[in-house]
């Protein structure tokens, strides 16, 4: 399996808590695309890591990538 970077533009902890439920219940993480109104599915398992940028005017976290 090639490596594969998806860019969410979520809030890190409301991702955080969507990732763990999700995997406690065995259930995918569903992210709706305001752009198209599309669903994407992402399984928790297949997740290896994930890391949250810094928005440079703010200075805070406001990605999960």
């Known amino acids: 399996m090639g490596g ?3 860019r969410l ?6 991702w955080t808590s969507a990732f763990e439920n999700a995997l406690a219940k ?5 992210i709706e695309d305001p752009a ?3 669903m994407l599915g992402i399984n928790p ?3 290896l890591y994930w890391k949250v940028e810094v928005s440079p005017q703010s200075g805070n ?4 990538r």
């Open 36 to 38: 198209d109104g599309g």
């Open 45 to 47: 398992r297949l997740v």
């Open 61 to 64: 976290p406001d990605r999960a």
């Open 26 to 30: 065995n259930e995918v993480v569903q």
């Open 4 to 6: 594969r970077e998806i």
């Open 9 to 14: 533009g979520v809030d890190a902890e409301e």
